[in-house]
């Protein structure tokens, strides 16, 4: 126990070692951006109509602090950052935290939705088809799941927005109906979340199936053919009992070092999605941040969320993994 | 002595993606009760293929021809292993009367699950035994074939025991349920010389013990010498020469145990250079016509071998050779 206390430990700190380096390389993205934050806010004051003048802009930079040397607003992000404070956006003058806050939250809840909708259907569909002998079967699934390979999420979303528009009249964009938009949390604004959420959980989920089907088939289909399992026939074990004890137990811990990765690539599809979907949550928002208003404080907080997440999923699958794997166990805890 | 196993026309092929292959043809052999066969050949020579057909334990891309016929005789009778299709109703012999041990006993250890879970597993299925009693007697197995702290060894994971440990285990897993008879594919190959004799010692002296009969499979005539009762060797799929071992060893009649025999060094003449048999074995696609080993033989008699597979002649009782170099004719 002492010893599996100490390696949570040990992970946890290499965790946040990586998340300080991430902030480093995030923190320096933000400052090789042309022009600092008070520039890129007297700008937008100044196409508003306002006169400004090289004093304000200086004046600006002393309010915000941009005077101080690199490495000591680097540090000062930093230690707010691990708060989750992100000082103000550049342009709206808002604080992040109250401006993403929410919407980070329910992106993170789609990805995580989309990553467990994925393995939900690939673990049992995987290993039907790397253990099913039926040819149409197998065929079958190679189409599907290279049809959701290929396919481009955006396109999906298209196709579906128009299918939807053309026989209910209703686009399914938006993750609230027009009522519960700015409500308070209910159970109604839930239920009402839910009819919302499940289009653009799916989409993202199309793909990410698609993959960790192909994941899971290669890994159960490397576990079949292994000497144990040929074992284990041999001494008459046989049916589900072979199959769930024997290879599929031990496609599982490199199932799990997987799951980091695809929520990786469900983040970095989401934004696409949900421009497309029209949700008001984090991804499009990152978009906007970084393109149209070049909001670079608004979209260094976003990048560092998005990264935390997976550091955070990497961190938990490791833990789970020392608890699953008795060959990683027995080398921690013995 | 009672029969034990008999094996008649064993025919195996293959379907693969360059067609369909023929592994085993024709092979048949005997075994009764205590005995020890060793199974000889290269790599590639259906040995192991050949084994495994007693337990069914072929892929599913495997396909037996329609002559053949294994038949195990067991106490309550005899059982036609052919005729069992389902795993269910190949339990009986899977690990309960046959039990195999592999090759490489890490691989044949599942890592994620404890040596002791897979012994109890084994001894659920075949004996009606609780899970307590299971736990003893694996422990109890543990402790016969000389592992030291059985009780310990028993929760632990095969990557937790040295390699001789894992063999020993892994004996002690196949002979819990008391098979009938046991597969042993290569079990020395991957181990050390001296835990090699360890082991050698270790499977004769509990077969003695059990009363059971072993298929022994190896490339190594010298092990054979020393554990087996009587010799069968192979090559492509065919059993080119069967006996006593005394006698095949003594005097090898094929052409091909001349040249295993020979290639074996010696260390009675360091300098003697070993004897390499020509060629390398033929791919299972392109097997020779005739006499399968006619493309290496160094006794090559022309056409007739390349043309005619040779039927076995019998040498003395129990010695018998597939060549034509021993029919009646060329006796003559």
Redesign the interface.
Known sequence: MLQFSRFVAIRATLAVFTLVLVSFIVFSLMEMVPGDCAERYLAFKSSQGAVITAADIQAERVRLGLDQPYVQRWGHWIVNAFQGEFGDSCILRLNIRQLIGPKFWLSLGLCLSALLLAYAIAIPVGILAATSKNATVNNGLRFVSYLGLALPNFLLALMIMLFSTLVFGNSLTGLFSKEFRDAAWSVDKFVDFLSHAWLPVFILGWSATAFAIQTVRALMSDEVGKLYVTAARARGVSGRRLLMRYPARHALSPIINSLGFDLNRIFNELPIVALILTLTEAGSLLIEALARSNDQQLAGAIIFLLTASIVGINFITDIILALTDPRIRRSIIG | MTRLLDVENLTLQFDTDEGRITAVDNVSFTLEAGEIMGLVGESGSGKSVTAKSV?K?NP?NAHYGPETKIILHLDSGPVDIMSLQQ??D??VV???AI??I?Q?PM????????IGD?MV??LM??TDMGKKRSKELSIEMLDRVGISDPSTRFGQ?A??LSGGMRQRAMIA?ALSTKPKLLIADEPTTALDVTIQAQVIDLMKDLVTEFGMGIIFITHDLGVIAQTADKVAVMYLGRLVEQGLVRDVIRTPAHPYTKGLLAALPSLDDLDAPLVAIPGDIPSPLERPGGCVFNTRCSDNLGARCGAEVPTESLLSSQHNVACHLYSEEAIK
Not at chain 2, 107 to 114: E, G, R
């Open positions: 337990m334990l599913s795993s269910k190949l339990q899977r690990g309960g039990s195999m592999f490489e691989a044949s250890f599942a890592p994620a699950i404890t897979q597993e084994q299925i075949h994971y990557f937790e897993m």
